[in-house]
């Protein structure tokens, strides 16, 4: 038996969030705002933008490979074939697309 971890799944269209937060933060601002799926679930691991302030990264976060279209990140980018960017995201970081 397999455990769902986390609310989106391989394949879910997700946005990323535009939040300021300050100090220490993990999702590039190139991504942020801009439409993507989730490629991979890798599971839950650690609040990295917990641990970068001395705190205990509580309560794991679960963590996805989010895949976007060039053009969507880069506007007017013409793309070579099918370029695809892939980051990885914390799932606080992402709402339905």
């Known amino acids: 038996m397999s455990l769902a971890v986390g609310k989106y799944k391989a394949g879910d269209r997700v946005r990323v969030r535009t939040d300021d937060r300050p100090g220490h ?3 590039p601002y190139y991504v942020r705002g801009k439409n993507g799926w989730v490629e991979r679930v890798y599971g839950e691991f650690l609040n990295p933008e917990s641990l970068g302030h001395g705190g205990d990264g509580l309560p794991q976060r ?3 490979l989010v895949g976007f279209h060039q053009n969507e990140v880069w506007g007017e980018y013409r793309p070579l074939g099918r370029d695809k960017l892939f980051v990885d995201i914390f799932e606080h970081w992402l709402d339905p697309a």
């Open 62 to 64: 679960p963590l996805y």
């Open 25 to 27: 933060v993990r999702t």
